[in-house]
């Protein structure tokens, strides 16, 4: 089942790479009385994802703010130590975005947007996506028809919508 606007986030366990280490993260407690963004993706250090994707996040991170958004996110399935090595490429860990990895697709799988193209090497990665929550609670949710493109999942489309 895809999750939808209106829908509460399901618990998941993320992980980032802090100063001691692999974290764990609880969604849960990233949303719990908090406005946040969360935007997904087929992967690091690729095309899109790194040219378009996380670019428009961090060029809006700051209106996102200006509307009250405590925090933005991006999850990709990944390790913890890929995403911040990405995060530190793009500049989006200087640019205040959390980068956040679901190495064995939970959270993902969870919210019902994984896909699998074998072939070049995705199994239950994250289709392209940005959601707005509030308490934990979806309240726009924008899903890409094609993982290759980013024109609805976006930064500046989803901070429209807000």
Same mark, same amino acid.
């Given at each position: 089942?895809?999750?939808?606007?209106?829908? +509460?986030?399901?618990?998941?366990?993320?992980?980032?790479?802090?100063?001691?280490?692999?974290?764990?993260?609880?969604?849960? @407690?990233?949303?719990?009385?908090? +406005?946040?963004?969360?935007?997904?993706?087929?992967?690091?250090?690729?095309?899109?994802?790194?040219? @378009?994707?996380?670019?428009?996040?961090?060029?809006?991170?700051?209106?996102?703010?200006? +509307?009250?958004?405590?925090?933005?996110?991006?999850?990709?399935?990944?390790?913890?130590?890929?995403?911040?090595?990405?995060?530190?490429?793009?500049? @989006?860990?200087?640019?205040?975005?959390?980068?956040?990895?679901?190495?064995?697709?939970?959270?993902?799988?969870?919210?019902?947007?994984?896909?699998?193209?074998?072939?070049?090497?995705?199994?239950?990665?994250?289709?392209?996506?940005?959601?707005?929550?509030?308490?934990?609670?979806?309240?726009?949710?924008?899903?890409?028809?094609?993982?290759?493109?980013?024109?609805?999942?976006?930064?500046?489309?989803?901070?429209? +919508?807000?």
């Amino acid at each position: 089942m895809t999750i939808a606007v209106g829908d +509460k986030l399901p618990s998941a366990t993320l992980l980032r790479l802090g100063a001691g280490g692999v974290e764990q993260v609880e969604v849960d @407690a990233l949303t719990a009385g908090r +406005k946040v963004v969360i935007f997904g993706l087929p992967g690091p250090f690729t095309g899109t994802c790194t040219t @378009a994707h996380v670019p428009s996040f961090i060029r809006t991170r700051a209106a996102f703010a200006d +509307k009250g958004v405590d925090e933005v996110i991006c999850i990709a399935v990944s390790d913890a130590f890929v995403m911040k090595a990405w995060g530190d490429s793009t500049g @989006a860990i200087a640019g205040d975005i959390s980068m956040l990895a679901d190495p064995l697709s939970t959270f993902t799988k969870a919210i019902g947007l994984n896909f699998s193209n074998p072939a070049i090497g995705f199994v239950d990665r994250s289709l392209r996506y940005a959601l707005f929550a509030e308490d934990g609670v979806v309240k726009v949710l924008s899903v890409e028809e094609n993982a290759g493109q980013c024109t609805i999942s976006g930064g500046e489309d989803l901070l429209s +919508k807000i």
